[in-house]
């Protein structure tokens, strides 16, 4: 390991530490929150956690590709939060009740 | 160089403060205002990596289109009542933060861990890109390209349309299928389990 | 391409029947489409040659190459019958069930059609991986045949004969795999070729059922037992039959059993001749008790469906034994016997299936008198209940006599007990035959308001065709018997270093 | 003509008429169904006279005829042609078949007249007629079975045709599943004689039949005959197989002249007779034969006795006469054996039919105690009816004198015979003379006890021609085979019957010289016998009708056990058909439904059980689902990163 100074000097491994954090932040909100347009927001953040990455990878090993999978993951992202929300709304409709707590119809 | 540091410094408390924020607000139109800052945040963070067409795409997408649509998804509902926020089981809320707690701690240990690996790998290029600026190739492979300078858009597009052309097609099918469907959902009454 | 062409058209024919955008129309479609089929598998008659042992129209292309696993159908004088018999039987079912089934009928005759690709796929596939997904493939149709349009209780029966069917299938999946195994290391690479099995020696030694050829033997053949059904893992037919609407009924008598039993004669006995000759007296065993068995149980169904199912379990038994006394009688009239048991059995239970839907029951003690009645329907019924007790000149008799020859021949005491199923087979066929169309009029004939119709004249032609085979199976077996004739001969005299040969 | 062009004129003739009969089976016009039914045999009749004269005009060792039409079935060595051919003894048969066939047509167009069903009627009786000539002329075995069955499934249909009465449907049954039992067997001996030479070709096992007796009773021959022989006790209602004979009274009246008289019941005969190369070489089986076959002639003798049905009597009468002719091919007499059976066929057919006169006069009544004094109604019928009692009975010269006598002697003198079994045969013959009398006096005879309701009359002519004619073959029929010690007194009248078997029979072995006072003796002392019983059964019915029931009621157990047919029905119901019926009740609740799939539930519990733990996990919270996959990856990551 090389003998860096971690807050001075900032390098690949800052910017995947920022991406694990903010997804870990993303992840806590889908599994805690009761509200499921809350939890869909909470999607948009791990998916953007994992752009950084992408990004950061990108800019470090010199590979043009990585911003281009952020693209479609951006395209992807957008459409999932279409149809994400389109289902709320439909729930919404169905149950006047947007509380992931009444949607228990898996139970085995 | 210290500016670019304490960029990214500020950068990272923004994104994640607002990313934090967007999951502690009850009410889920802050949430969705905490999630805006988010988005900029990381449009910041990706032109500090030199990906400013990204940065855009993501202002535009995110903070623009995507976010339109959630808050008036809220402005749809009438969410001004929202006493519970989060799930309450004891066991299974600690198990939860245990294992969100546990998997962090992974991965944040795993990339320092790992930080050895990343470096010996790229120490080359790096090392190139500070010192010479230069278009470089790590494995003379012709779609690694230099990343720093501003026809990195220009790049960005060729490969795009040439390498990556057909995942390129694909999402626009998806992208149309997904409109159909979105307006399907949307114009249903509840599916099949609709009350008549 | 002929093959290939027979095996897939009908999934084609599927398609065409789910986008075909006339609801009123698509019975006389998937009819058109199922003839076209079967004048197509008539070329492979007459292309096939009968002097040849070998196997022949053969396509082979590989498909995993890592594996050794190929796309590989090829026919000959052991599988030419069946192939014809499932074409043959497909048309006849859907003519037959033009009334019977009134809901979801596009879903019906897609299935009808995916059936019969799985089915022709079991009998041509050469290629073990191959084989073994159509073998399971003619599940699913078959499940959602019996569980959509079958009766009050068929969730309980789909159940129990998808669950039953998949618990031999998935040890037969794992002898497969062994196999391939074998293969690699006998010469090298692997393959799922069953002409690479057939070379594959595998160690057998008797006295103990621990060893390798007998623990394969019997993954094989508890699969293909199960399927046939031998006594006493027959439990799930007589209430699949029962359940199941009469289409069901009859591809599932008429067809799906036999894929058993020619899997014995394709793939277990061939590739393990020693285990088999080993274990045949087991399986004469359970075969004559399955004659007996299967009659006495008959004779005491309160339903003729289940009557008939349990007497299928009885002729399935004459075929287990006819195979296992490796002689040409036997195996000639197991051969033959299947295709009886398709036409026979196939024909009681669109019978059934007509009488049913004059009345809605299929209790015995509500009939009587019946012959007074329907005279028309009466006397194909009594035709084909000539045929299922083995009368001679219809074909069930050829069969059942060979078989009995046969085991005369290789295993003398069998035939004394396997012979009371003559005496037992005319009492259930003929006491049921008694009380449904004899004596006085029971409470479902004799009611005077709605009086009971005789046979229309699309029934008649289903049925038609399956008597004229049966006076002609039983009147001159050489036109059928020259063709497999070859095949057969190829399979007694090299059992113990069978091989098939690729015709060119 | 052609010889396989008149054998298929023979053959298929009755089959066309059977199919245009079938085809307009529901017209109702007997006139134009019985006309073309009756044509249709009399074809076959004809062309068999023509092919039976040129049989006649061959050199008397070459006599056959042999048609071959085409390959039936060939598997590796087994090969069986669809061949028939005519020798000395299959020409009796098919003419006693199409002869008396064409009668007993033309009887029924006048016996049916009034029954719906009577196109359906003659389609059967023709396709009975062709299943029987294949059974007789078959080449082989299993040609022999093929028409074996097919008479069987013809007996059904008719026993059966008037099906919806129940009891007749079952007495269909019941002959159809009783013949069954003898077919299995017939099934075995065909298997344990093709193991033996190879083939099932008569006229080639024939000529492999060893020379020398078979002393052991596993002996391949003797296995392979004795299986046949009860597959022919089934056919030919013997003991233990008799019991569906009187049953198939149930049938229309011609029917049981036709099949439960005159020809079918005769095949289990003519298969031995036809076999007889090999039958001979097996001593034990010829023993059994001839035990069975005496057995049988007294035992149905004495329940033909005390039976009131006037066609239970008669097919007790048969059952018994039957056993006679077993008697004579037991012996060895095959030739007295096909003897006995033309002139059965002549006199039984002529009886069956007068009783169908006697029950269409009276209005389908069959009771004979409700008769009496029908002689001056019916005198043609009663005059016919005479010829066939005395036939019968064996007063000569009448037909069944010579053959029973022919019977009785060779039972007796013939080597593979014994005293025992002629005086079994004589007690029959005294039996059959006594109940046949009896039948005479209470149908004809005596005071007349007929209803008022009732008014018997003659029968039409077309039902008396036949009646006549087969009269007359009834009295003179038997002077074909005179018996040699007759004939030699007579002036040497040649015994043709014998002549004409001659080459076909192979002799008795160690039969030894006649002596020609002995047989006289026997002779005298039978036909003795027969007369003073008819005279004591004359004296009981017509002179004092009080006096039977006396004697009935002075051995009542006994009567009663034999007027009920020594209880042989419930018998076989209670110790074989009942048992069988609840065994398989109770198997099947056993195996099927409480242990293979109880089994099945026990596998499936286990399975739902463990399903019911891991169940809990399945909470349907979507957040829940979330965080277990958060839980695996955590475990995958530690296993990474820790490795």
């Not at chain 1, 950084?52 to 395209?75: C, E, H, P, R, W």
């Not at chain 2, 278009?135 to 390498?163: C, E, H, P, W």
């Not at chain 3, 009469?246 to 277990?268: D, E, H, N, Q």
């Amino acid at each position: 390991m090389q003998s860096t100074n971690f807050l001075t000097e900032v390098g690949l491994n800052h910017y995947l530490i920022l991406s694990a954090l903010l997804f870990v932040t993303g992840m806590t909100g889908v599994l805690l929150k009761r509200n499921i347009i809350v939890m869909l927001m909470s999607i948009e953040l791990m998916l953007n956690a994992v752009n950084i990455s992408f990004v950061a990878f990108s800019k470090y090993l010199n590979n043009v590709d990585g911003q281009i999978m952020v693209f479609f993951v951006m395209t992807i992202a957008a459409a999932e939060a279409a149809v994400g929300l389109a289902i709320a709304v439909t729930i919404f409709k169905r149950f006047k009740e947007i509380n992931i707590k009444f949607f228990e119809h898996l139970r085995g | 160089m210290i500016t670019d540091v304490l960029m990214f410094w500020f950068l990272a408390l923004v994104v994640l403060g607002s990313g934090l924020a967007v999951i502690l607000f009850t009410n889920p139109v802050y949430s969705a205002l905490s999630l805006v800052m988010a988005m900029v945040g990381v449009a910041a963070v990706f032109v500090t990596l030199g990906a400013y067409f990204i940065a855009g795409v993501q202002l535009i997408v995110y903070a623009g289109a995507v976010m339109v649509l959630f808050v008036m998804v809220l402005m749809l509902f009438d969410l001004k009542r929202e006493t519970h926020s989060f799930a309450a089981g004891k066991i299974s809320g600690a198990l939860k933060l245990i294992s969100v707690g546990l998997f962090a701690g992974l991965v944040v240990g795993g990339i320092v861990m790992s930080q050895g690996y990343f470096v010996k790998e790229n120490e080359k290029s790096l090392g190139a890109a500070s010192a010479t600026q230069s278009v470089n190739t790590v494995a003379g492979s012709q779609t690694n390209l230099n990343v720093v300078n501003t026809d990195n858009t220009k790049v960005l597009g060729t490969v795009l349309f040439s390498k990556h052309v057909f995942g390129f097609e694909a999402l626009g099918v998806l992208l149309t299928v997904i409109a159909v469907g979105t307006v399907a959902l949307a114009r249903s009454k509840g599916g099949t389990h609709a009350k008549h | 391409m002929l093959l290939s062409t027979i095996l897939f058209l009908p999934l084609i024919f599927a398609l065409i029947v789910l986008i075909w955008p006339q609801d009123k129309t698509i019975r006389h479609v998937a009819f058109g489409l199922s003839i076209v089929e079967f004048i197509i598998s008539l070329i492979v008659l007459k292309d096939f040659d009968a002097s040849s042992a070998q196997l022949q129209m053969i396509e082979k292309h590989m498909w995993i190459e890592r594996f050794g696993i190929q796309y590989f159908l090829g026919v000959d004088g052991i599988s030419l019958w069946l192939v014809l018999l499932t074409t043959f039987l497909t048309p006849i079912i859907i003519l037959a069930s033009w009334n019977s089934i009134d809901t979801k009928i596009k879903g019906f005759h897609a299935a009808m059609f995916v059936l019969q690709t799985a089915m022709l796929g079991t009998f041509l596939a050469i290629d073990a991986i191959f084989f073994y997904v159509f073998w399971e493939l003619s599940l699913i149709p078959m499940y959602f045949i019996v569980g959509i349009w079958g009766g009050a209780r068929r969730i309980y029966a789909t159940i129990k004969f998808f669950i039953f069917t998949m618990i031999g299938s998935v040890l037969m999946l794992v002898a497969i795999i062994y196999l391939m195994y074998l293969t690699q290391q006998a010469s090298g690479h692997m393959s799922a070729s069953l002409l690479e099995f057939y070379k594959v020696k595998i160690p057998f030694v008797g006295g103990s059922i621990l060893n390798l050829q007998s623990l394969l033997f019997f993954a094989f053949s508890l699969a293909f037992a199960i399927k046939v059904p031998v006594w006493p893992v027959h439990t799930w037919l007589p209430d699949a039959h029962v359940e199941a609407p009469t289409p069901g009924s009859v591809i599932l008598a008429g067809v799906m059993l036999k894929m058993g039993t020619y899997c014995f004669l394709r793939w277990v006995i061939p590739l393990f001749p020693d285990a088999a000759e080993y274990w045949a007296w087991l399986f004469l065993s359970l075969g004559v008790i399955g004659i007996i068995y299967g009659a006495l149980v008959a004779m005491i169904q309160p339903d003729i469906k289940k009557l008939v199912a349990y007497s299928s379990v009885s002729h399935m038994g004459y075929i287990i034994v006819g195979m296992f006394v490796f002689n040409h009688f036997g195996i000639t009239g197991s051969l033959y016997q299947m295709l009886n048991h398709g036409v026979s059995t196939g024909a009681l239970f669109l019978l059934i299936g007509m009488i049913y839907e004059r009345t809605h029951s299929r209790e015995i003690s509500k009939y009587g008198g019946l012959a007074g009645v329907l005279p028309i329907f009466t006397i194909f019924f009594f035709i084909i209940t000539l045929s299922s007790i083995a009368v001679p000149m219809t074909n069930g008799f050829i069969g059942e006599f060979l078989i009995l020859l046969g085991l005369h021949k290789a295993q003398p005491v069998y035939v004394y007990f396997a012979v009371t199923g003559v005496v037992l087979g005319a009492a259930y066929m003929l006491w049921m035959f008694k009380r449904v169309f004899f004596g006085e009029k029971g409470e479902l004939v004799k009611d005077e308001k709605h009086p009971l119709k005789d046979l229309s004249v699309r029934e008649i032609a289903v049925l038609v065709p399956l008597v004229v085979l049966v006076f002609w199976m039983g009147l001159f077996p050489n036109h059928f018997l020259d063709l497999t004739k070859s095949s057969v001969n190829h399979l007694v005299t090299n059992k113990n270093k069978y091989y098939l040969e690729i015709k060119e | 003509m052609d010889h396989s062009l008149l054998m298929a004129i023979l053959l298929l003739s009755p089959l066309v008429g059977f199919l245009i009969n079938g085809i307009r089976y529901k017209n109702p016009t007997a006139n134009l169904s019985g006309g073309i039914a009756t044509a249709a045999v009399a074809i076959s009749f004809i062309s068999s006279l023509i092919l039976v004269a040129d049989l006649i005009g061959m050199p008397a060792e070459a006599r056959k005829i042999h048609v071959s039409f085409f390959q039936w079935m060939a598997v590796d060595s087994f090969k069986i042609n669809a061949a028939f051919y005519i020798d000395q003894i299959s020409a009796i048969m098919i003419l006693v078949i199409t002869g008396v066939g064409s009668l007993i047509h033309l009887f029924s167009i006048g016996y049916m007249h009034h029954d719906k069903g009577v196109t359906k009627y003659f389609a059967y009786l023709n396709l009975f007629v062709f299943n029987m000539l294949i059974l007789v002329l078959g080449d082989s075995l299993l040609t022999m079975f093929v028409g074996w069955e097919g008479v069987g499934l013809c007996s059904y249909l008719l026993i059966g045709f008037w099906f919806s009465d129940k009891e007749k449907a079952a007495a269909g049954m019941k002959a159809f599943i009783t013949n069954r039992v003898g077919d299995a067997a017939f099934l075995l001996g065909m298997f344990v004689l093709f193991a033996t030479f190879g083939t099932l070709n008569i006229q080639e096992m024939n000529a492999l039949a060893p020379t020398t007796a078979e002393a052991s009773w596993l002996g391949a021959i003797t296995l392979g005959t004795l299986f046949l022989f009860i597959g022919a006790t089934g056919k030919s209602a013997q003991i233990p197989l008799y019991v569906w004979l009187p049953d198939a009274m149930a049938g229309p009246t011609p029917v049981s002249a036709l099949i439960h008289a005159a020809t079918m019941v005769t095949a289990g005969v003519y298969m031995i007779v036809r076999l007889n190369p090999l039958f001979i070489v097996a001593p034990n089986t010829m023993m059994v034969i001839a035990i069975i076959g005496a057995l049988t002639a007294v035992f149905a003798a004495s329940i033909g006795i005390t039976q009131w049905d006037i066609k239970k009597v008669l097919a007790y009468s048969t059952v018994s006469q039957l056993g006679y002719m077993f008697l004579a091919v037991g012996v060895g007499a095959f030739g007295a054996g096909m003897f006995h059976l033309m002139t059965h066929a002549f006199f039984k057919a002529l009886m069956f039919l007068g009783s169908g006169s006697v029950i269409h006069a009276m209005h389908e009544e069959q009771d004979i105690r409700k008769m009496g004094g029908l002689k001056k109604y019916m005198p043609i019928t009663h005059m016919t009816f005479f010829f066939g009692w005395v036939a019968i009975i064996g007063i000569p010269p009448f037909a069944g004198f010579f053959s029973k006598d022919e019977i009785l002697w060779m039972s007796f003198h013939s080597p593979l015979g014994s005293p025992a079994l002629w005086v079994l045969g004589a007690i029959g013959a005294a039996m059959t003379a006594f109940y046949m009398t009896r039948l005479m006096c209470l149908t004809f005879w005596g005071k007349s006890r007929v209803p008022k309701s009732v008014h018997p009359h003659e029968s039409p002519t077309l039902m008396t021609i036949p009646l006549i004619v087969l009269g007359i073959l009834s009295v003179v029929g038997g002077w074909v085979g005179i018996p040699e010690v007759i004939g030699h007194s007579l002036g040497d009248i040649p015994n043709l019957l014998e002549h004409w078997l001659h080459p076909v029979i192979k002799p008795i072995p160690n039969l030894t010289e006649a002596e020609h006072s002995m047989e006289w003796m026997l002779m005298g002392v039978s036909v003795s016998l027969a007369t003073i019983s008819a005279f004591i059964a004359y004296h009981f019915y017509v002179k004092s009708p009080e006096t039977p029931e006396k004697i009935a009621n002075s051995i009542k157990p006994l009567y009663n056990l034999i007027s009920k047919k020594y209880l042989v029905d419930e018998l076989y119901f209670g110790t074989i058909i009942n048992p069988l019926i609840n065994g398989s009740k109770r198997l099947w609740m056993f195996i099927d439904v409480n242990f293979i799939d109880k089994i099945t539930y026990v596998i499936s519990d286990l399975v739902r059980g463990g399903g019911g733990v891991v169940r809990a996990l399945q909470t349907g919270n979507l957040q829940q689902y979330a965080m277990l996959i958060g839980i695996g990856i955590v475990i995958a990551l530690s296993i990474i990163i820790m490795r």
